[in-house]
């Protein structure tokens, strides 16, 4: 369990920390001077994991309690509390590392999301990332599993980059583990004594982005009331991570060109040139190269960001990866869960070898997950397993893509009847994957795989094209050396 230290001298601000946390998922010790604090931050031998501290303390200075903080703990998000928001010395903690800072009279919704948030980045900093293990073992920090010759490749690149100080562009489908890659090399670089930060690009609304990543002056726009120092400033001397960095607006592309060429930026309506020392970390799944052919992303960015360009397989593409990372997987769970299970029955792992896993390494912990839940005794049977993205765990059903590969209305008919008869409990979500696979088929091969013109007759972008043929697995070059019967009714 998470622990949190509140420090003030305001009996009513730490009666509020405990508030926040009532339901017991975080342990908050609470303290009403730096003195004290420090000692309990001390005796707890690392298991502070973030600390709130006020700015004006009977005994000494918040600012010089912060460094002593900082001393113990270099990692460990502080978060200052503030009587007045134009605190100076708030905002100079900030540039020197501290995590945010909160404006009395606290609001109860926002402390607890600030200190979830530090919490979060406490673990990401704080737990090694080991890579290549064989084996399930028990591991304080996280593994990266595999030992397939892709996984060998991303091992080998993540030993030759982490200790050189260039900016990392991990591309890979959704749930492959961009962000444990991330850290893995974060961990195993010259800064890991520094800070890391993740932010995901696509998560925060575009107006807030640019405020997020490079801060604000006070005024700068509606709801500015006080100055806000961003992700880039708060992070010099470490690492930041920027997730779906192909969702980053165009007027923001351009400010992170200039961070990435001169180390500099300004904040949102400010004038004075920040200076910072900030490694780049960039992770997308899509493809940034079309994107720069189709006008959507800087050609200029794109190359900085591809310092080392490191590709993630997709876990079908792993071999065998799947039977290494199910019983880890079992392992951490029935822990988790406190349930004995202990194996996969073999006509259940059959099941799982044969799914194409869209959803990766993420889909494939959520299923492990959900059997263990259901499991009632110490090995998973093919009931115990849910449905699999759309189709069903029932290894004689055959796959959507299988049943539509005709490309026509009776095919789809055909199948629905089908799976009527053989009792689907998805039906909706498997026809439109086949009624989606006929359709794109259909629009291909009538402009002969031309996907620009496919996307207009679609009423699409063709980014959303590509991502649905991504999906659904289609290969432009099978569509268009097909048969002609696609155009012919």
Known sequence: ???????????????????AFAEGDVQVLTS??????????????GSVDAVLLDIMLPDVSGLAAFEQFREQDPKRPVIFITADSKSETAIQAMTKGAYDYLVKPLNLVQLREVLCKAL?????????????EERPQEVSGETILGKSPAMQEVYKAIGRVAPQDVTVLIQGESGTGKELVARAIYHYSRRKDGPFLAVNCAA????????????????????ADRRRIGKFEQCSGGTIFLDEIGDMPALLQAKMLRLLQQQTFERVGGRDTIKVDVRIIAATNRDLKAMVQDGEFREDLYYRLRGFLIHLPPLRDRGDDIELLIPSLLARFSRQLDKPVTGVAPEAMDILRAYSWPGNVRELENVVRQAVLQSTGPVIAPEFLPALEGRPVSPAAPAPREAASGGGGDDLEAF??????????????????????????????????????????????????????????????????????????
Do not use: C, W
Not at 32 to 45: P, T, V, Y
Not at 120 to 131: I, K, Y
């Open 1 to 19: 369990m998470p622990t949190i230290l509140a420090v003030d001298d305001d009996r009513s601000v730490l009666h509020m920390v405990e508030s």
């Open 32 to 45: 009403r001077s730096a003195e004290e604090g420090l000692k309990m931050a001390h005796d707890a031998r």
């Open 120 to 132: 979060e980045t406490r673990r990401l900093m704080s737990r090694p990332v080991a890579v290549g």
């Open 204 to 223: 925060i609304p575009e107006a807030l982005l640019e405020s997020e990543l490079f801060g604000h002056e006070k005024g700068a726009f509606t709801g």
């Open 416 to 489: 629905v009847e089908m799976r009527m008869r053989e009792d689907s409990i998805n039906l909706y979500n498997e026809t439109l994957e086949v009624m989606e696979r006929i359709l794109l088929t259909r629009v291909l091969n009538h402009t002969q795989g031309n996907q620009s013109q496919a996307a207009r007759i679609l009423g699409i972008s063709r980014s959303s094209l590509r991502n649905k043929l991504r999906s659904l697995d289609i290969s432009i070059s099978h569509v268009v050396s097909g048969t002609d019967d696609a155009d012919e009714d």
